[in-house]
Nanobody, 126 residues
């Protein structure tokens, strides 16, 4: 059984930092593409960042590039999203997603990801 459990969301002020964590079980983590997505109220789910298997290759949405960092600890089956310089537009539910055997060219697409976490709320007050 595959499980993704996110944590670390909360209410912060503009300019603050926050780190999200996602613990994954039931997949071969090293060969799994891991992604972070977010969905604000009234908007579609959007790509935030991804980490391609164990290659070190990462990808970011333009809106978060330079502010967010995705990383993974293969020993702990955990992927992180370090968020800095948060602003009100970052307010959303953040989802961790897993794509076992996923390929590089489609890592930004939600359809690539087979497994999803329950989501964690991030609220940034201005």
């Amino acid at each position: 059984q595959v499980q993704l459990v996110e944590s670390g969301g909360g209410l912060v002020q503009a300019g603050d930092s926050l780190r999200l964590s996602c613990v994954v079980s039931g997949v071969t983590f090293r060969s799994t593409v891991m992604g972070w997505f977010r969905q604000a109220v009234g908007k579609e789910r959007e790509f935030v960042a991804s980490s391609f298997r164990n290659s070190g290759t990462t990808s970011y949405a333009d809106s978060v590039k330079g502010r967010f960092t995705i990383s993974r600890d293969n020993a702990k089956n955990t992927v992180y999203l370090q968020m800095t310089s948060l602003n009100s537009e970052d307010t959303a539910v953040y989802y961790c997603a897993a794509a076992p055997g996923g390929i590089l060219s489609t890592q930004r697409s939600p359809q690539t990801y087979k497994y999803w976490g329950q989501g964690t709320q991030v609220t940034v007050s201005s």
